[in-house]
């Protein structure tokens, strides 16, 4: 049987690469994102019957609602939900930091992720054969905070505790979910990182990145797992990253 995966914030970066690498694994990919010309880059090459590009707002429920059933009347089922899409916002000190990006932020990486891992959840629990995987990205600030990124920080943290509830309740109906933390990978998200990033100190360090592609690759693994198995939390990261120590 096919694999029927959905991948969030899939026009670009993370999303972008961990979609090919589904796709070249064999699995049939939905891609979702406020973008359709930058899914549709994504989904270049691939055949008509491997992928499915759905423009989607994560932060709107009827929008989300609106994939899954989309994905599910063309494909017939979902086995894996790569819960990706994020945003930041400036570099702001916490006493400063507006409430407005505050909210934007906590939208789209937490409501978000909710959304879509509830969607996913209904459609996993109700199907035959019964189950699936969600595995949610979290980040290297899911467990260490960088400076003057308040929201990003507490959106992140969050999403430890959404993937150990869904793990919790996806038990009893063959729901896996795990989690991966992603430290510097190379994308136009991190691309400014070589010329030196904020440290814990107040002072400016450039940080290495590593391959995004090495991110594909840990998804791929994550989700080739039969159900029995699952990883519960993975990091991956640039070797030389300040995780361990930061600051």
Known sequence: MT????????????????????????HRVALAGRRPEALAETAAGATDDSVLVVPTDITVPESVDSLFDTVRDQWGRVDVLFNNAGVNAPATPLADFPVEQWKSVVD???TGSFLCARAAFRVMRDQSP?????????????????P?????????????????SISLEGRH???ACGQIDIGNAATTMTEGMSGGVLQADRSIAPEPTMNVEHVGEAVRYMASLPLGANVQFMTVMATAMPFVGRG
């Open 108 to 110: 789209t990486n937490l």
């Open 130 to 146: 019964r189950g699936g995987r969600i595995i949610n990205n979290g980040s290297i600030s899911a467990h260490v905070p960088r």
């Open 3 to 26: 694999v029927v995966s959905v991948v969030t914030g899939a026009g670009s970066g993370v999303g972008r690469t961990v979609a090919r690498a589904l796709l070249a694994a064999g």
């Open 173 to 175: 109906y063959d729901i």
């Open 148 to 164: 003057d990124a308040v929201a990003y920080n507490a959106s992140k943290h969050a999403i430890t505790g959404l993937t150990k």
